[in-house]
């Protein structure tokens, strides 16, 4: 299964990244729009670290033995048969947060804005290549099978 | 002092429209240009600093920025011109030499422009370089008087030919251009990996310049020219062994007269370890080489690196386009030197005062004239190559070069400029924003250097297909038969003289 | 088991597995063992007549915030789907190991060839006068629930005895539900077992804004009313506290009735080794029920918490289905929210001797907490309150017993990240990060 990976030695923390992922996951999917006219605004999925000139986007590693699969209270974390995604299904999540207390790589988040559910990294189903990878002006980021 | 007289060169215009505080600008110009006010949740930008490079307009992601010229007029002065008063405004306030990167901007002429190339009608047809082979092969080096050969008949009535002549040390080049001389120090480690490269996958040469070279760059050996500069950084055994050629640096077309300068704030420890200098400290090159005195003496070295290289790589000697190109080009060629490179007005540095920059050298064209003009009258002209640099823009100059005498051409501006150097001209102060001419850490992760690698590769690629097609436009299937062509070339707007410098007919005259 | 033609050991789909039991251990067995062997037979029991569903949903369905639709663990499919013969609302009263039978309340015989045991635990009934009037509930199962569900719909004031994960629970539940809310704790701050006094500080402060109402050490005596109705509760120090409903949630202990007769090693759970397997060969115990290894203790302990009951039962049931492999051990982890204030524990969280490290950030204004402990260098408990982002990583870090020495400052600041993890540590048996 491709999954993205770093190339830590290239990224230089422009975090526009960040920005096209939040704008894939807008409603409008139109840069200015998600921004200006969204309220509230789309959530990035990924987490830019930084320490000093290091820095690297980590986003979920859609792990074979998934963490987070084990702790999900109701299922709705869950691993797509058709993909092997790990996919949570915000109709049944309630937000109880036991994924963010076992992810090793801490990729999930709180979307608390409107409902309260766990949102991480979906590997852009819809796009050829995640919209992260496709984006990264230094390619930082590949998408690959290993 | 107070009160500075200094204004904006540029200015950054905003189309606040388009722009989403995302900060990307904030984050990317390593001269502080941009930033966020938290209380007017807004990002603003400060035109002072701003130099020009672009990065920030270029990695926008809406396309909100424009950088334009500060549009600060002077009353209308012929003499007295605003770069002119900035230059003073700057002295009086900093009391110091003027510091400036990159190659000459001055309004010179440039031949390059006002010469034009011929192409076949009816009676010598043009060939087409997609259905034909072209040879842009190219050797550099000393080529025989004669060659000769023993011809042996066997029993079978058949003929073995075998070559007695003794063959100088060739360098082989699968186009006629080369990378020129440019330092690790005042260009980031990604970059010279991405030149190394980018030589090996052409089939061509990369030139170390002055910095030594860097101990993982070891494996493109055969690729790679190293430089012998005044300063003689980095230079031991390994070092010229390992390479392809040896350049000895007599001078560089930005600085003539003048030695390297790399200021210590780019000597980092990597640096001060390929160099072999204390870190911090500045790296500046004497104007002579302190064991170059007389032709003799240049004679000397050149044996002394052939000894030390048991003659097995040719040594080339690299000198600026001055007044007097032509007597030292001839006296090198007899002082045993196998290429000549010849480094013209235009040439780029990373650092340079403005003032030797922009009024020390002459053009390339008219020094490349010469030397192959006084070379080919001497009866020399077979002993060693001229390879030419400084300011070679596409592949219609590299053409004329050859035309002109040149054997093959360098480019460093191009190469830096195909990596994503905007010319800013700001490479001495460090902070170059596009991780080229820089050693801060977080500035160099900016280029990749598989993407640099395969942004010259084309770069290359593109223009010796160019070189192709105006080669088959004039009939010629080989660079070899262009070379020192110049009834192949007609000047336009030129005097008297310079055509007859040139030794170009002028537009309008037949042959 | 039998060799196939490669000579590995394979089941020789005949077997007849039988699990006691149908919350998450049992549903991870499940799919283990039909992972391997979708063949032989596999029979589930469960006590409660519903499908598999979520236990910690229940106080979300009291008040509405969860559906019944969703309560399910599993879609509705899934017994069909993995061939299962599933018995609802049937206890087992009896194990005969040596017949590798298992007995039903209906007088049923289940033969099995490897049976596992994952009925859970059951709620602490402390035994005070009163408590067997009507309106004194546990906060166990989704009948309980929906039966409180009634009954609140016409009564006004609650007492909660315990402030454990599922008093707090109750207490958010029944106050979102429109009612007046008292809880009554034995030490002298709530969640007693994971926070130490300042994080439970802010937790107090957050109850009391939610209009929620706290008695610390004390404890309720007695329960009084008119025949069996409940009209309120006696403290141990004589305080009299006026209420119409009681719910018990002082804890929850393995449920042992069952195994007791049959000869199944037990001390506070069922004991189990590193294949989940009890002292009785082809039975197997997983989930709340089990006491197993904690590495952070040091020591066998039952630890109630879902994603270890998840992990064990896939465990038991990929060793059932005849594939050995090991349970490593596992650590107390807690999520909670109480009224939307996050809480993340992991590990040991309360310590007494001096020869740990502790370091801490409090800052009451934003109702932040960060603590963790540190052993020779290495974490071995962490509390996190609202600021819970990146919980995980601190998870990782005492699940791998990293030496945190060169950035522990760092892990207690808001800009804590997984880039501060060493390189050469980055997880990668889980995914690695670079190609």
């Given at each position: 299964?491709?999954?993205?990976?770093?190339?830590?030695?290239?990224?230089?923390?422009?975090?526009?990244?960040?920005?096209?992922?939040?704008?894939?996951?807008?409603?409008?999917?139109?840069?200015?729009?998600?921004?200006?006219?969204?309220?509230?605004?789309?959530?990035?999925?990924?987490?830019?670290?930084?320490?000093?000139?290091?820095?690297?986007?980590?986003?979920?590693?859609?792990?074979e033995d998934a963490?987070?699969i084990k702790?999900?209270?109701?299922?709705?974390?869950?691993r797509?048969k058709?993909?092997g995604?790990?996919?949570?299904?915000?109709?049944?999540?309630?937000?109880?947060?036991?994924?963010?207390?076992?992810?090793?790589?801490?990729?999930?988040?709180?979307?608390?804005?409107?409902?309260?559910?766990?949102?991480?990294?979906?590997?852009?189903?819809?796009?050829?290549?995640?919209?992260?990878?496709?984006?990264?002006?230094?390619?930082?980021?590949?998408?690959?099978?290993? | 002092?107070?009160?500075?007289?200094?204004?904006?060169?540029?200015?950054?215009?905003?189309?606040?429209?388009?722009?989403?505080?995302?900060?990307?600008?904030?984050?990317?110009?390593?001269?502080?240009?941009?930033?966020?006010?938290?209380?007017?949740?807004?990002?603003?930008?400060?035109?002072?600093?701003?130099?020009?490079?672009?990065?920030?307009?270029?990695?926008?992601?809406?396309?909100?920025?424009?950088?334009?010229?500060?549009?600060?007029?002077?009353?209308?002065?012929?003499?007295?011109?605003?770069?002119?008063?900035?230059?003073?405004?700057?002295?009086?306030?900093?009391?110091?030499?003027?510091?400036?990167?990159?190659?000459?901007?001055?309004?010179?002429?440039?031949?390059?422009?006002?010469?034009?190339?011929?192409?076949?009608?009816?009676?010598?047809?043009?060939?087409?370089?997609?259905?034909?082979?072209?040879?842009?092969?190219?050797?550099?080096?000393?080529?025989?008087?004669?060659?000769?050969?023993?011809?042996?008949?066997?029993?079978?009535?058949?003929?073995?030919?075998?070559?007695?002549?003794?063959?100088?040390?060739?360098?082989?080049?699968?186009?006629?251009?080369?990378?020129?001389?440019?330092?690790?120090?005042?260009?980031?480690?990604?970059?010279?990996?991405?030149?190394?490269?980018?030589?090996?996958?052409?089939?061509?040469?990369?030139?170390?310049?002055?910095?030594?070279?860097?101990?993982?760059?070891?494996?493109?050996?055969?690729?790679?020219?190293?430089?012998?500069?005044?300063?003689?950084?980095?230079?031991?055994?390994?070092?010229?062994?390992?390479?392809?050629?040896?350049?000895?640096?007599?001078?560089?077309?930005?600085?003539?007269?003048?030695?390297?300068?790399?200021?210590?704030?780019?000597?980092?420890?990597?640096?001060?370890?390929?160099?072999?200098?204390?870190?911090?400290?500045?790296?500046?090159?004497?104007?002579?080489?302190?064991?170059?005195?007389?032709?003799?003496?240049?004679?000397?070295?050149?044996?002394?690196?052939?000894?030390?290289?048991?003659?097995?790589?040719?040594?080339?000697?690299?000198?600026?386009?001055?007044?007097?190109?032509?007597?030292?080009?001839?006296?090198?060629?007899?002082?045993?030197?196998?290429?000549?490179?010849?480094?013209?007005?235009?040439?780029?540095?990373?650092?340079?005062?403005?003032?030797?920059?922009?009024?020390?050298?002459?053009?390339?064209?008219?020094?490349?004239?010469?030397?192959?003009?006084?070379?080919?009258?001497?009866?020399?002209?077979?002993?060693?190559?001229?390879?030419?640099?400084?300011?070679?823009?596409?592949?219609?100059?590299?053409?004329?070069?050859?035309?002109?005498?040149?054997?093959?051409?360098?480019?460093?501006?191009?190469?830096?400029?195909?990596?994503?150097?905007?010319?800013?001209?700001?490479?001495?102060?460090?902070?170059?924003?596009?991780?080229?001419?820089?050693?801060?850490?977080?500035?160099?992760?900016?280029?990749?250097?598989?993407?640099?690698?395969?942004?010259?590769?084309?770069?290359?690629?593109?223009?010796?297909?160019?070189?192709?097609?105006?080669?088959?436009?004039?009939?010629?299937?080989?660079?070899?038969?262009?070379?020192?062509?110049?009834?192949?070339?007609?000047?336009?707007?030129?005097?008297?003289?310079?055509?007859?410098?040139?030794?170009?007919?002028?537009?309008?005259?037949?042959? | 088991m039998k060799r196939n033609n490669k000579g590995k050991l394979v089941p020789n789909f005949t077997e007849k597995y039988v699990i006691?039991?149908?919350?998450v251990a049992a549903i991870s067995a499940i799919e283990s063992i039909r992972e391997r062997d979708k063949i032989s037979l596999l029979t589930v029991?469960?006590?409660?007549?519903?499908?598999?569903?979520?236990?910690?949903?229940?106080?979300?369905?009291?008040?509405?915030?969860?559906?019944?639709?969703?309560?399910?663990?599993r879609?509705?499919?899934f017994y069909q789907e993995n061939n299962v013969e599933?018995?609802?609302?049937?206890?087992?009263?009896?194990?005969?190991?040596?017949?590798?039978?298992?007995?039903?309340?209906?007088?049923?015989?289940?033969?099995y060839t490897k049976l596992l045991?994952a009925?859970?635990?059951?709620?602490?009934?402390?035994?005070?006068?009163?408590?067997?009037?009507?309106?004194?509930?546990?906060?166990?199962?989704?009948?309980?629930?929906?039966?409180?569900?009634?009954?609140?719909?016409?009564?006004?004031?609650?007492?909660?005895?315990?402030?454990?994960?599922?008093?707090?629970?109750?207490?958010?539940?029944?106050?979102?539900?429109?009612?007046?809310?008292?809880?009554?704790?034995?030490?002298?701050?709530?969640?007693?077992?994971?926070?130490?006094?300042?994080?439970?500080?802010?937790?107090?402060?957050?109850?009391?804004?939610?209009?929620?109402?706290?008695?610390?050490?004390?404890?309720?005596?007695?329960?009084?009313?008119?025949?069996?109705?409940?009209?309120?509760?006696?403290?141990?120090?004589?305080?009299?506290?006026?209420?119409?409903?009681?719910?018990?949630?002082?804890?929850?202990?393995?449920?042992?009735?069952?195994?007791?007769?049959?000869?199944?090693?037990?001390?506070?759970?069922?004991?189990?080794?590193e294949f989940m397997q009890?002292?009785?060969e082809n039975i197997y115990a997983a989930g709340?029920?089990?006491?197993?290894?904690?590495?952070?203790?040091?020591?066998?302990?039952?630890?109630?918490?879902?994603?270890?009951?998840y992990e064990q039962g896939k465990i038991a049931g990929t060793n059932m289905a005849g594939e050995k492999i090991s349970y490593?051990?596992?650590?107390?982890?807690?999520?909670?929210?109480?009224?939307?204030?996050?809480?993340?524990?992991?590990?040991?969280?309360?310590?007494?001797?001096?020869?740990?490290?502790?370091?801490?950030?409090?800052?009451?204004?934003?109702?932040?907490?960060?603590?963790?402990?540190?052993?020779?260098?290495?974490?071995?408990?962490?509390?996190?309150?609202?600021?819970?982002?990146?919980?995980?990583?601190?998870?990782?870090?005492?699940?791998?017993?990293?030496?945190?020495?060169?950035?522990?400052?760092?892990?207690?600041?808001?800009?804590?990240?997984?880039?501060?993890?060493?390189?050469?540590?980055?997880?990668?048996?889980?995914?690695?990060?670079?190609?």
């Amino acid at each position: 299964m491709k999954r993205i990976y770093i190339k830590e030695e290239y990224c230089m923390g422009c975090r526009l990244c960040e920005i096209h992922c939040l704008v894939a996951h807008s409603k409008s999917k139109k840069i200015i729009k998600a921004y200006k006219e969204e309220f509230p605004r789309a959530l990035p999925r990924l987490i830019v670290e930084q320490k000093g000139p290091f820095s690297f986007a980590l986003q979920c590693r859609h792990c074979e033995d998934a963490p987070c699969i084990k702790a999900c209270l109701t299922g709705a974390m869950h691993r797509e048969k058709k993909t092997g995604i790990v996919s949570c299904n915000q109709d049944k999540c309630i937000g109880c947060w036991m994924c963010i207390m076992v992810c090793p790589f801490g990729v999930i988040l709180r979307d608390i804005k409107e409902k309260k559910v766990a949102t991480k990294c979906d590997l852009c189903p819809d796009e050829d290549i995640p919209v992260c990878v496709a984006k990264c002006p230094n390619e930082a980021l590949v998408y690959e099978e290993k | 002092m107070k009160l500075s007289f200094l204004y904006p060169e540029f200015q950054v215009i905003r189309d606040e429209s388009k722009c989403i505080q995302c900060e990307v600008c904030v984050r990317q110009c390593a001269f502080g240009v941009h930033t966020y006010d938290k209380d007017e949740k807004k990002v603003t930008s400060d035109n002072l600093k701003c130099v020009g490079c672009h990065r920030c307009a270029t990695l926008c992601p809406t396309q909100a920025l424009i950088i334009s010229r500060y549009p600060q007029d002077f009353r209308e002065n012929y003499n007295w011109r605003k770069d002119v008063i900035r230059d003073i405004f700057k002295q009086s306030e900093s009391g110091g030499v003027l510091l400036t990167s990159m190659g000459c901007d001055k309004e010179y002429p440039i031949y390059w422009d006002k010469l034009l190339l011929d192409a076949s009608q009816v009676t010598n047809p043009s060939i087409d370089p997609l259905r034909e082979p072209m040879e842009l092969r190219t050797y550099l080096g000393n080529k025989p008087e004669k060659l000769e050969f023993s011809v042996k008949n066997n029993s079978q009535a058949t003929v073995n030919y075998k070559l007695l002549t003794k063959l100088s040390p060739q360098l082989e080049l699968e186009t006629p251009i080369m990378f020129s001389a440019m330092s690790y120090g005042s260009i980031s480690y990604n970059v010279c990996l991405a030149l190394a490269q980018a030589a090996k996958i052409l089939g061509i040469y990369y030139n170390t310049g002055e910095g030594g070279l860097h101990k993982d760059l070891y494996k493109f050996g055969k690729n790679t020219i190293v430089q012998v500069a005044s300063g003689r950084f980095g230079v031991h055994s390994d070092y010229l062994n390992v390479a392809a050629a040896i350049e000895i640096k007599i001078g560089q077309g930005a600085k003539p007269g003048i030695g390297g300068h790399l200021p210590g704030e780019k000597v980092s420890k990597e640096i001060s370890e390929t160099r072999m200098i204390p870190e911090g400290t500045d790296a500046i090159s004497p104007a002579p080489h302190h064991d170059i005195y007389s032709i003799e003496d240049l004679s000397q070295l050149i044996f002394a690196l052939k000894e030390a290289t048991c003659y097995t790589k040719p040594i080339i000697v690299k000198i600026a386009a001055v007044h007097n190109s032509a007597s030292i080009a001839s006296g090198m060629v007899r002082a045993g030197a196998d290429i000549i490179a010849l480094d013209g007005v235009r040439g780029g540095t990373g650092a340079a005062p403005t003032r030797i920059r922009d009024n020390v050298g002459i053009p390339i064209e008219l020094a490349l004239a010469s030397v192959d003009e006084r070379l080919r009258k001497e009866g020399i002209r077979h002993r060693a190559s001229i390879v030419i640099a400084g300011g070679i823009r596409n592949s219609a100059d590299v053409v004329k070069a050859i035309a002109l005498g040149a054997d093959a051409v360098y480019i460093a501006t191009s190469a830096l400029i195909a990596c994503g150097c905007h010319l800013c001209q700001k490479c001495y102060t460090g902070k170059c924003n596009w991780g080229i001419a820089t050693q801060d850490p977080y500035l160099m992760k900016r280029i990749n250097p598989d993407i640099a690698t395969e942004r010259l590769v084309n770069l290359i690629h593109a223009w010796s297909l160019e070189i192709k097609e105006m080669l088959g436009g004039m009939g010629i299937n080989a660079i070899e038969s262009l070379r020192g062509n110049r009834l192949r070339l007609r000047g336009i707007g030129l005097t008297d003289t310079e055509l007859k410098l040139l030794g170009v007919k002028p537009a309008g005259e037949s042959l | 088991m039998k060799r196939n033609n490669k000579g590995k050991l394979v089941p020789n789909f005949t077997e007849k597995y039988v699990i006691i039991g149908n919350s998450v251990a049992a549903i991870s067995a499940i799919e283990s063992i039909r992972e391997r062997d979708k063949i032989s037979l596999l029979t589930v029991v469960s006590k409660e007549p519903y499908f598999a569903y979520s236990r910690p949903l229940i106080s979300y369905y009291l008040e509405g915030k969860v559906k019944p639709e969703k309560m399910y663990y599993r879609d509705k499919q899934f017994y069909q789907e993995n061939n299962v013969e599933l018995i609802l609302g049937q206890e087992v009263v009896k194990i005969l190991p040596e017949e590798k039978n298992i007995i039903l309340s209906n007088k049923k015989k289940i033969n099995y060839t490897k049976l596992l045991i994952a009925c859970g635990g059951k709620p602490i009934v402390p035994q005070i006068k009163g408590v067997d009037k009507e309106n004194v509930f546990t906060f166990t199962t989704w009948d309980e629930i929906k039966h409180l569900e009634n009954v609140i719909k016409k009564k006004k004031e609650v007492v909660v005895i315990g402030a454990g994960m599922i008093g707090l629970k109750a207490a958010e539940s029944l106050t979102n539900a429109g009612l007046k809310v008292t809880i009554i704790e034995l030490a002298d701050r709530v969640l007693s077992t994971v926070l130490d006094k300042k994080s439970a500080s802010i937790l107090h402060q957050h109850l009391k804004e939610n209009k929620v109402e706290l008695i610390t050490e004390n404890t309720v005596e007695e329960i009084t009313g008119k025949g069996m109705m409940v009209d309120g509760v006696i403290l141990k120090n004589g305080k009299r506290v006026k209420t119409d409903i009681v719910v018990i949630a002082i804890g929850i202990i393995p449920n042992l009735d069952l195994v007791k007769s049959a000869g199944i090693k037990t001390n506070k759970g069922i004991l189990v080794n590193e294949f989940m397997q009890t002292n009785i060969e082809n039975i197997y115990a997983a989930g709340d029920v089990t006491e197993t290894w904690d590495f952070l203790y040091k020591q066998n302990r039952p630890i109630p918490i879902w994603p270890l009951a998840y992990e064990q039962g896939k465990i038991a049931g990929t060793n059932m289905a005849g594939e050995k492999i090991s349970y490593h051990g596992g650590l107390s982890l807690n999520s909670i929210e109480v009224f939307n204030l996050p809480l993340i524990t992991a590990g040991i969280t309360t310590v007494e001797k001096d020869t740990y490290e502790i370091l801490v950030k409090f800052q009451p204004e934003r109702k932040m907490y960060k603590k963790i402990i540190i052993e020779n260098g290495k974490i071995i408990g962490s509390i996190l309150i609202n600021n819970i982002e990146r919980a995980g990583i601190i998870t990782g870090l005492i699940k791998d017993q990293l030496d945190v020495s060169n950035f522990k400052n760092e892990i207690l600041e808001d800009t804590f990240g997984y880039i501060y993890v060493p390189k050469e540590y980055r997880s990668k048996e889980i995914m690695p990060l670079e190609v």
